[in-house]
């Protein structure tokens, strides 16, 4: 399985902050690789797939970059919705799996 | 509207076999392209992808489970159901029924989990 790792594991930030967050790959998987954010107690919503592209109706402000193993989650002037907790998944090669996440708080 | 709901018991005993029924509207599993699977979630921890099954029948699991694992599909109700064997403490988590789609970019497909049901928390504990 290809393993991902991410980090930080946890970051404690401030409203218009801009955040970065990083995912690793043990192999290559080339752009095959999704960002899904989560709250608690609610499902994950996916917020860019294929490395850079916006899913529908998620705000410009969250933008993805990397290809090959080191990935990164971008998110611009952060907002009060935006603390959760976000994971990184690949989908290059079965089965899928995720990173263990990264925990967006609040300063 | 894209739905998908989990249904099945919160509590199961060790050793039984939990059996989930994801319930989705809004599209279909008779259409080439479409297929719905199963992640799960331990408590605090990260994702865990489970099982997808496709349009055609294809089905796909977990090699960490899958002596364990079955999907059905019942397109007519627009239904999957996932059974689980031989349920263990450490199965205890919130189960969440999914839809994974293809993106098409420049001649190569990508895909994601792009639809999540709300989730079902299961215990296992006698």
Do not use: H
Request: net charge neutral; proline share 6%; aromatic share 12%.
């Amino acid at each position: 399985d290809v393993q991902m790792t991410q980090s930080p594991s946890s970051l404690s930030a401030s409203v218009g902050d801009r955040v970065t967050i990083t995912c690793r790959a043990s192999q290559t998987i080339s752009s095959y690789l999704n960002w899904y954010q989560q709250k608690p107690g609610q499902a994950p919503r996916l917020l860019i797939y294929a490395a850079s592209s916006l899913q529908s109706g998620v705000p410009s402000r969250f933008s993805g970059s990397g290809s090959g193993t080191d990935f990164t989650l971008t998110i611009n002037s952060l907002q009060t919705e935006d603390f959760a907790t976000y994971y990184c998944q690949q989908s290059y090669s079965p089965p899928p799996t995720f990173g263990p996440g990264t925990k967006v708080d609040i300063k | 509207q894209i739905t998908l709901k989990e249904s099945g018991p919160t509590l199961v005993k060790p050793t039984q076999t939990l059996t989930l029924t994801c319930t989705f509207s809004g599209f279909s599993l008779s259409t080439s392209g479409v297929s719905v699977g199963w992640i799960r979630q331990p408590p605090g921890q990260a994702l865990q992808w489970l099982a997808l099954i496709y349009w055609d029948d294809d089905k796909r699991y977990s090699p960490a489970l899958e002596s364990r694992l079955t999907i059905t599909k019942d397109t007519s109700k627009n239904q999957v159901v996932l059974t689980l064997t031989n349920m263990d403490p450490v199965d205890t988590a919130t189960y969440y029924c999914v839809r994974k789609t293809y993106y098409y970019d420049v001649s190569v497909y990508f895909d994601a989990f792009d639809m999540w049901g709300q989730g079902t928390m299961v215990t296992v504990s006698s």
